[in-house]
């Protein structure tokens, strides 16, 4: 950077914090009609018919639609559009998602009928007069019961339940390290199944344009995603479709694909020439929101007689729900990561996807990344459990060295950069490892249980690994004293568009203010990432200084007009284009006036970029808690990281995901869960009065220091920090639970660790020694 | 629906002796069930224009605090905090600031949950209910008005206008405790209160042991009481104590926490409750 302002806070916070937020539920537009969906209450049934006649008889109504009606106008399923092989080798079967459930509804919660109203209220209580006849089917509840011999089948097509399977490495090589090896330790785990809570619920506004374009304004993290699948569900050129992504509230990867409810708003808009709004209720939010993580592990860790590790085999059962799509692979892109920070001479994992009568999971927050370090950071203190070594030396003497940068773990990943050992260490004393055991007796005076939990995380930002996504930006220079920039990547609320603005103020030498910010409109840009994987900075960002750069080498060509001289020797600095040697000078906004005189154009620039490879942020978590074993309830004390994200572009916003990230994660170990009903595949935790959000006191301070080892894939040395924080915490955490249990003989708690289940564990170690 | 808001009494249990009328205090449950159809009265008879629910009085034989009063309101009071400290730590418990502001003892009891907060300290202090009706005035001990969940024994055009709380006595303490498991917002999986005062030697004269949130209804634990007095609530009374408490539990096993674990944490919290008490008792 040439210049460094001075940081005054986040510049959209007075915004949304005043209620002058733009988000879908804030649009006003004349004759807005309003959408409300009928829900299956079934997890598994076939309808065999619905009466709407009532409903199209209710006051205020406009229409009542059906699955029936959506295939009249043509429009299909959801796409599919995974190519991994079943159970049988044959390719998966092709599990869409419709947009109304035809014959058969999947999941509690499935749309099977629109009613779009005058007012929001209408369209719900005519839905009440909605007459669906069911004839009820068993339900698949869960993996395990849809993986036990003679269990119905969620698709006929695929009557053992596995939608895809897939696999890296060799067996037999790990065989025989496991064969050789002193210890091997098993870890057979469940990372729970949660939901995104996103603060704003998904909505979606549908209207057809002037000229006849579909435009949506949707609550949506990927207008660029959307896209493609909204034109090919209308059978339309994309040029034809104007995605409009405002203000978004909270999106965690849930809102990264096309849902049913958007496909519905702009159908119902184009059928009744009005536009249509769909607001999620905070319950539909629950059933009908993708859901996250449900992964099942099964995985070793083989290691010799001095701790080294010989090699990794797990196993990977995710709970992909109901529907079928390349949100379902989460599990297997992110994978990597079991590779941990260590050195592993072998490593080989399956993943598949099975079907139950549960909403379909997507990515959430780490998508992947959190569970396979989960598996890694698990394995790890079980083995220095059993092997009596403690599991900070453990890591210690399997770390992988900066000398060995760049590093191919042999598991897809290569790490271009990273010291791990300077995270440990920076950690252990910023969490003051040394006085723990004095910390641990005194809480044993008190009655409590102490414990400390470590886990390394790295995981990979900027992807897909394969190839990289591309990102756009574009600069507008204005005569009126403004700098307009259009990203391709987008805040859901994070503050990228304060890092942003001030990446261009500092680069152009103007004043914060002057910067207008642009998002989420398919008709401005190319293409664009929108918000997903930890990409934010190090590409969207990566791809503003690129255009920053094309916008003063514009600036040049036209100041060397200006000033009669070769653009080669205008010198680009505060503002000013000035011939060198000279106090000659123009600044940007005489260039931007001079520009928009000679051509329609004006002082625009774009840029694109397209990371050659991704980054893989890294750090150290440790977890300290403490537990009273009569009531099981469990305090976390202390929560510190060391984190390397590469080069920290805006210290407070990277540290506010930092604690989001640790927040989600911590949660999820310690209460979040959804849970269905083992027999009917209901909803159980379906509010929050039953489905635990964290609150504040339920978290700690964290302890943060950033440790900045820069990355040479893009020009910021930027990591990304998105996710960093969850990978780390639900291994760290549960680590935490299980040493600070681990003196009462209990190896391994399960997710989440509430009270009850703390109560319960200490119960069975005790029946065990009075036994 | 219809909304009305009497300004005395008489007026109100003529409107509430109606077909299909409530009591609206806060609002904080009431609202919310209407809001999810789970109820929808005809008419909503507002008690806060009633001076008498709404005020706090303080003489010898103790307070009278009415019925809509706030839970921020029972806060702020001068002594009342200082005389029934468990009482009011239980009716701060309910909800956050905002609900604190609307939040009534009336409407936590009335509201008919086995969980409810405040109703456990109440039945701890020996709170008594005011209760008018279109037959006239009468009182009922706060631990025989809720009989079952959403079940009172009020009868038709009655309502709460306002509670009796004793003077506290010269070496008395009272306090509250609720355990939630993280899994879920706002219920207690178990509530105790307990009162108890002390003679001039440390010896315990008499104790009101409450427990919520582990049975049908709130309880007032008799035996718990008795393990307590004429001892110097020591470890040993404490044990009895916590044996009281663990048989009078009588939960429903649901997925808030297994019937095993809301017993034992019932005992541990009594004793945690009951030393909250003492120490309090023993310091005025
Ligand atoms: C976010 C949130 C968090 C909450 N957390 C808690 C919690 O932690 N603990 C807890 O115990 N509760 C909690 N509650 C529930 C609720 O706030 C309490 O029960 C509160 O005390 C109800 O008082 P109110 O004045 O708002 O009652 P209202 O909603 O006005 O009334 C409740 C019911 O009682 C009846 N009623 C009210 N007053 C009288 C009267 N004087 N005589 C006869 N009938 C009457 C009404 O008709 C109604 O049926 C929470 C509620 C919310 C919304």
């Given at each position: 950077m040439t210049e460094t302002i001075a940081y005054t806070g986040r510049i959209e916070d007075e915004r949304l914090a005043t209620g002058r937020g733009r988000y879908v539920a804030d649009l006003r537009l004349p004759r807005l009609a309003h959408a409300f969906t009928v829900r299956s209450v079934y997890s598994h049934a076939k309808i065999r018919s619905i009466d709407t006649a009532a409903a199209k008889a209710a006051p205020g109504v406009l229409a009542v639609l059906t699955g029936a009606d959506l295939a009249a106008d043509g429009i299909g399923d959801l796409p599919c559009g995974v190519e991994l092989p079943k159970s049988d080798g044959q390719k998966a079967h092709q599990a869409k998602r419709p947009v109304l459930a035809r014959d058969r509804v999947r999941f509690v919660g499935e749309c099977v009928v629109l009613i779009v109203a005058e007012s929001v209220e209408q369209a719900e209580a005519a839905g009440e007069l909605v007459e669906i006849d069911y004839e009820p089917l068993d339900a698949v509840a869960d993996v395990e019961p849809a993986l036990a011999s003679g269990a119905p089948a969620v698709w006929d097509e695929v009557p053992d339940n596995i939608a895809y399977v897939w696999k890296k490495g060799d067996n037999d090589t790990f065989e025989k390290a496991a064969a050789g090896a002193a210890h091997v330790v098993r870890l057979t785990s469940h990372v729970s199944r949660v939901t995104a809570c996103s603060m704003e619920p998904r909505g979606a506004l549908g209207l057809i344009d002037d000229e006849g374009r579909y435009v949506i304004h949707a609550s949506t993290q990927g207008p660029f995603n959307m896209r493609p699948t909204l034109a090919g569900l209308f059978k339309v050129d994309q040029s034809k479709v104007r995605i409009l992504a405002g203000d978004v509230g909270g999106s965690f990867g849930m809102k990264s694909g096309a849902y049913p409810e958007d496909v519905l708003v702009l159908w119902a808009a184009k059928r009744l020439g009005r536009p249509v709004r769909w607001i999620s209720e905070r319950r539909e939010s629950f059933l009908s929101d993708d859901h996250g993580r449900d992964v099942h592990i099964d995985a070793e860790l083989a290691l010799d007689k001095d701790g080294k590790i010989l090699g990794l085999r797990g196993k990977f059962d995710v709970n992909i729900g109901c529907y079928l799509s390349g949100r379902s692979l989460f599990m297997i892109g992110n994978l990597g990561g079991i590779a941990g920070v260590y050195r592993i001479p072998t490593i080989v994992a399956s993943v598949r996807g099975i079907f139950t009568n549960q909403q379909t999971s997507a990515p959430y927050r780490g998508a992947g990344r959190p569970e396979a370090t989960y598996a890694i950071e698990r394995l790890i203190d079980l083995a220095a459990r059993k092997m009596k070594i403690d599991p900070y030396q453990l890591r210690l003497r399997n770390l992988v060295p900066p000398t060995a940068m760049p590093y191919d773990t042999g598991f897809t990943f290569v790490y271009d950069c990273g010291e791990f050992e300077g995270n440990m260490t920076g950690a252990a004393e910023l969490a003051d490892q040394a006085g723990f055991e004095a910390r641990r007796a005194e809480s044993a005076k008190r009655g409590k249980l102490r414990g400390l939990g470590i886990a390394n995380p790295i995981e990979v930002a900027g992807g897909p690994f394969a190839k990289p996504g591309k990102d756009y930006s574009s600069i507008r220079v204005s005569s009126d004293g403004t700098v307009t920039l259009n990203t391709g990547v987008m805040s859901v609320g994070q503050g990228i568009e304060t890092m942003m603005s001030y990446l261009v103020a500092e680069r152009l030498g103007v004043s914060v203010d002057k910067v207008r910010y642009v998002q989420g409109d398919t008709d401005l840009l190319p293409g664009g990432r929108g918000n997903g994987g930890s990409s934010s900075t190090g590409v969207g960002g990566a791809c503003v200084a690129i255009t920053l750069d094309n916008t003063i080498a514009k600036g040049r060509e036209i100041a060397a007009d200006m000033l009669e001289a070769k653009p080669d020797d205008i010198e680009f600095a505060d503002g000013h284009f000035r011939l060198g040697g000279t106090n000659r000078a123009v600044t940007l906004f005489e260039v931007a006036e001079h520009a928009e005189k000679a051509n329609d154009d004006g002082f625009t620039a774009a840029g694109e970029f397209q990371p050659p490879s991704v980054t893989y942020p890294n750090g150290c978590h440790m977890c300290e808690i403490e537990i009273d074993p009569d009531t099981g309830a469990l305090e976390i004390v202390r929560y510190t990281i060391v984190e390397d994200i590469g080069t920290v572009i805006n210290p407070t916003l990277a540290r506010g995901q930092i604690h989001g990230g640790v927040a989600q994660g911590v949660a999820q170990a310690i209460g979040e869960k959804l849970i269905y009903d083992a027999e009917s595949a209901q909803l159980s935790t379906g509010s929050f009065m039953d489905y635990m959000i964290p609150r504040a006191h339920d978290l700690p301070n964290i302890n943060i220091r950033t440790r900045e080892v820069p990355t040479k894939v893009n020009s910021l040395g930027a990591k990304g920090v998105g996710e960093a924080g969850t990978v780390g915490s639900l291994a760290a955490t549960i680590n935490a639970v299980c040493d600070a249990l681990s003196p009462l003989g209990i190896t391994h708690i399960e997710m989440p660790a509430t009270p009850a289940r703390i109560w319960q564990a200490i119960e069975n170690a005790r029946e065990a020694k009075a036994a | 629906m219809r909304y009305e808001k009497p300004t005395t009494v008489e007026a109100a249990t003529a409107l509430l002796a109606g077909q299909g009328a409530r009591v609206l205090a806060g609002g904080t449950d009431l609202l919310v069930q209407m809001r999810s159809r789970v109820l929808s009265p005809d008419v909503l008879v507002d008690i806060k224009g009633i001076d008498a629910t709404r005020k706090i009085t303080k003489d010898a034989s103790g307070y009278t605090i009415g019925a809509a009063v706030t839970g921020a309101e029972l806060k702020e009071h001068p002594t009342l905090s200082k005389d029934w400290p468990g009482l009011v730590e239980a009716a701060n418990l309910i909800g956050s600031t905002q609900v604190q502001g609307r939040c009534s003892l009336g409407g936590n009891l009335c509201n008919g949950s086995p969980a409810a907060d405040s109703v456990p300290g109440m039945i701890a202090a020996g709170a008594v209910a005011t209760i008018a009706g279109p037959k006239g005035t009468r009182t009922l001990p706060v631990e025989d008005i809720m009989l079952a969940p959403r079940k009172l024994a009020l009868t038709a055009g009655e309502f709460i206008v306002s509670f009796k709380i004793p003077a506290r006595p010269a070496h008395g303490g009272d306090a509250y405790l609720r355990f939630i498991p993280?899994?879920?917002?706002?219920?207690?999986?178990v509530g105790c209160g307990v009162a108890l005062a002390l003679d001039a030697g440390g010896t315990c004269t008499a104790a009101r042991v409450s427990l919520g949130a582990v049975a049908a209804r709130p309880l007032l634990v008799e035996d718990g009481a008795k393990a307590l007095i004429g001892t110097k609530v020591d470890d040993a009374a404490l044990a009895k104590l916590e044996a009281a408490v663990r048989a009078a539990c009588k939960p429903i096993d649901d997925k808030r926490g297994t019937v095993e674990f809301r017993i034992d944490v019932a005992g541990t919290l009594a004793k945690r409750t009951a030393k909250i008490a003492l120490e309090r008792a023993r310091k005025v």
């Open positions: - | 993280r899994t879920e917002m706002d219920i207690a999986v």
